[in-house]
T-cell receptor
Framework: AQSVTQLDSQVPVFEEAPVELRCNYS??????LFWYVQYPNQGLQLLLK??????LVESINGFEAEFNKSQTSFHLRKPSVHISDTAEYFC???????????FGAGTRLFVKA | DAGVTQSPTHLIKTRGQQVTLRCSPK?????VSWYQQALGQGPQFIFQ???????QRGNFPDRFSGHQFPNYSSELNVNALLLGDSALYLC???????????????FGPGTRLTVL
């Protein structure tokens, strides 16, 4: 069985400051890892994913995440946040041979001016 | 491309009633998954449909059932509604042939169900 733990329920940060949203997972099998973003009253949008290969993955809007197998972590980072990054962020895991995706409880990123 | 669509947007029901939620997958997708997202929580996997059959199921009671039609659209049915069924219900579609990744899912905006 797989599980995901997002270590912070809320992260307040000032605009243009760096941010890290932490995610740990547990799994007995190989996994795919994801970060999704959810804006108010909307569905989930895929932010980035790790499938295999390079452990550092990047999104088009400046976010990046690093897969650390030994620490079973997949933390999300951005060097400089914008007001528009305010949203709920979900870390998720899926077994490579399975079909369902397991989500963490979410981290609310609140960017202050 | 319309993406994943869901209907209705909002729904209010009373305890004991039954509800049907609908989902149309993204064009070219043949697999539909349903998730329940309670307030302040992450989405919880309910089940997945492929080729009109339930392929995998999460830890939800039999009150939750589904169906997939030949055009790949899907319905989620919930019987004997409880207050705890109040949540955002998300539909996600995917396809084994889309892009380079089998499990990548595209989510709809969700249906907000309120049970009174």
């Amino acid at each position: 069985a797989q599980s995901v733990t997002q270590l912070d329920s809320q992260v307040p940060v000032f605009e243009e400051a760096p941010v890290e949203l932490r995610c740990n997972y547990s799994s007995s099998v190989s996994v795919y890892l994801f970060w999704y973003v959810q804006y108010p009253n909307q569905g989930l949008q895929l932010l980035l994913k790790y499938l295999s290969g390079s452990t550092l993955v990047e999104s088009i809007n400046g976010f990046e995440a690093e897969f650390n197998k030994s620490q079973t972590s997949f933390h999300l980072r951005k060097p400089s946040v914008h007001i528009s990054d305010t949203a709920e962020y979900f870390c998720a895991v899926s077994g490579t041979g399975g079909f369902k995706t397991i989500f963490g409880a979410g981290t609310r990123l609140f960017v202050k001016a | 491309d319309a993406g994943v669509t869901q209907s209705p947007t909002h729904l209010i029901k009373t305890r004991g009633q039954q509800v049907t939620l609908r989902c149309s997958p993204k064009s070219g997708h043949d697999t539909v998954s349903w998730y329940q997202q309670a307030l302040g929580q992450g989405p919880q996997f309910i089940f997945q449909y492929y080729e009109e059959e339930e392929r995998q199921r999460g830890n939800f009671p039999d009150r939750f059932s589904g169906h997939q039609f030949p055009n790949y659209s899907s319905e989620l049915n919930v019987n004997a509604l409880l207050l705890g069924d109040s949540a955002l219900y998300l539909c996600a579609s995917s396809s084994p042939t889309s892009g380079a990744f089998y499990n990548e899912q595209f989510f709809g905006p969700g249906t907000r169900l309120t049970v009174l």
